[in-house]
């Protein structure tokens, strides 16, 4: 499992993040304070505090692809 802080600003950025997420086989969460949500959601991610970084708990041992891909949303 690898464990990093997003930070996403915009409706434009939460399309592009699902998009992105969604591309992935193996199971991604966000985490912001006591909440969890599937980052493949649209909708559990609009429940969250976009205000403050997120974090994304990505359960695999290869994430190399992903955080990559993801690097213009790191915190």
């Not at 992935?24 to 649209?42: E, G, P, T």
């Not at 403050?52 to 190399?64: G, L, M, N, S, W």
Request: charged share 30%; proline share 3%; no cysteine.
């Amino acid at each position: 499992m690898k464990t990093f802080e997003v930070k996403i600003n915009s409706i434009g950025d939460v399309k592009n993040f699902v998009n992105i997420v969604g591309k992935y086989d193996f199971d991604i969460d966000l985490i912001s304070d006591r909440y969890v949500v599937d980052a493949k959601s649209i909708m559990g991610i609009f429940s969250l505090d976009l205000t403050k970084p997120i974090k994304v708990e990505v359960h695999t041992d290869d994430a190399a692809a992903i955080e990559a891909e993801l690097a213009p949303y790191m915190a």
